[in-house]
């Protein structure tokens, strides 16, 4: 699986956007970009996927750029509660296979 | 909504133990994956099971770990003569094969400690 580069940390106001940028420059044409986040102490949350299209979900947006060589996962409102480490994974569509996590970015939300 | 759930949430433990843990997949989920996460890093893959078929072991799982998905619902990972760098969280996640885009549904884990 392709590896990707995010940012260590971000600082977000409450109420504004959070724009969360990875880079996944060595993705292939058959691998998805998938993001979890993980609140403290919690199992990892699936957030959205997407292979090539922008995709929008209750949670969020993903932008896929159209080399697909890096992608923003946008938060349009961001409250205190997603205050949490963000994780872009690129993986293999159609077969089962790990998800490879990296360190992530730590989103911080405040008031 | 029933999720994945995994039990115990919280084990402590002495070094030389041995613990298990248990994960219950959601409903009709034929894939389930067990990953490790220690403090400050992203989880690591263990392991996985199609059905009741282990098809791939990471080099992580030292033969002191074992894992079972005997009737291919839930699952067990066992922890033989635990050492204090077990110490961590064991997630486990399930997911519905079912081609591109398939997606992992993690529990909220179990957190071991070793003495």
């Known amino acids: 699986d392709a590896k990707t580069t995010q940012p260590t940390s971000m600082d977000c106001a409450e109420g504004r956007a959070a724009n969360l940028p990875c880079n996944h420059s060595t993705i292939s044409g058959n691998e998805y970009v998938y993001w979890y986040r993980q609140i403290h102490s919690q199992g990892p949350q699936y957030i959205i996927h997407?292979?090539?299209n922008n995709e929008t979900n209750e949670m969020a947006s993903l932008i896929i750029t159209e080399d697909r060589k890096s992608s923003t996962l946008i938060l349009p409102h961001a409250t205190l509660r997603d205050t949490a480490v963000y994780y872009c994974i690129v993986r293999v569509g159609g077969t089962a296979s790990k998800l490879t996590f990296g360190t992530g970015t730590r989103l911080q939300v405040t008031l | 909504d029933t999720g994945v759930s995994q039990n115990p949430r919280h084990k402590i433990t002495k070094r030389g133990q041995n613990v298990t843990f248990r994960c219950d997949p959601i409903s009709e989920h034929n894939r389930l994956y067990w990953y490790r996460q220690t403090l400050g890093q992203g989880p690591e893959f263990l392991t996985y099971f199609q059905n009741e078929a282990q098809l791939e072991k990471s080099r992580l799982l030292s033969d002191r770990f074992s894992a079972e998905r005997p009737k291919g619902s839930f699952s067990t990972l066992e922890i033989q003569r635990t050492e204090q760098g077990d110490s961590a969280m064991y997630l486990c996640?399930?997911?519905?094969?079912?081609?591109?885009?398939?997606?992992?549904?993690f529990g909220p884990g179990t957190r071991l400690l070793v003495l």
């Open positions: 997407g292979l090539k």
């Open positions: 996640a399930s997911s519905l094969a079912q081609g591109a885009g398939e997606t992992q549904y």
